[in-house]
């Protein structure tokens, strides 16, 4: 049974038809960015849920754009590091880089080489988990460095692209679910 802030959050996301494209159900979360009660909220949510599963994370990795809103709020409270991953030619020093596939085509995230020590345990956290091309990324990149990655959390998941099984084995965390 759902609680009180799942209730909450589920009502605050706005479904759009039809975008970006024909057939697609997008979930929007903008109104959740919004609301300045929901948002710690689900910080806090996400802290107490962390220690529940024993994850505890040296440093919290956040992919752009979405998980720069999540990521340092979960860091705050776990009182660790947030470290950005970003699209290439963000970021101002030298970088590690990793290259995953899209439907059509690929892209390419990067993070500073100097970002996470070797043998640190990370957690990933980001706005939504579709197909797990991003955490994949993110995942290699963690590991690239000599890091671990102790779980994957998410507002919201889209259930039906495979992303769990596309990120296995790191353990997955999602606070609302939709078919995709």
């Known amino acids: 049974m759902d609680d009180d802030l799942i209730i909450r959050i589920r009502n605050c ?13 997008f979930r929007d979360i903008t109104p959740i960015l919004a609301d300045p009660e929901l948002l710690p909220s689900i910080a806090d949510r996400l802290a107490r849920d962390l220690r529940e599963l ?15 809103n999540f990521g340092p709020m979960l860091a705050e409270r776990q009182k660790i590091r947030f470290n950005p991953v970003r699209k290439p030619g963000k970021l ?3 970088t590690v880089r990793a290259e995953y596939s899209l439907e059509y085509g690929s892209n390419v995230l990067e993070m500073h080489d100097d970002a996470i ?12 988990l579709a197909t797990g091309g991003t955490i994949s990324a993110c995942v290699e990149l963690c590991e690239s460095l000599g890091a671990s990655v102790v779980g994957a959390a998410f ?3 889209l259930i039906g692209l495979g992303a769990r099984d596309a990120i296995a084995p790191v353990p997955t965390l999602a606070l609302v679910s939709y078919p995709a």
């Open 117 to 128: 020590q070797k043998g640190q345990k990370a957690v990933i956290v980001d706005d939504l």
């Open 13 to 25: 996301i706005r479904t759009v038809p039809d975008f970006p494209i024909e057939g697609i159900q």
């Open 155 to 157: 507002l919201v998941e």
């Open 54 to 68: 024993e994850w505890e994370p040296d440093i919290v990795i956040g992919p752009e754009a979405r998980g720069f």
């Open 92 to 94: 101002p020093s030298s």
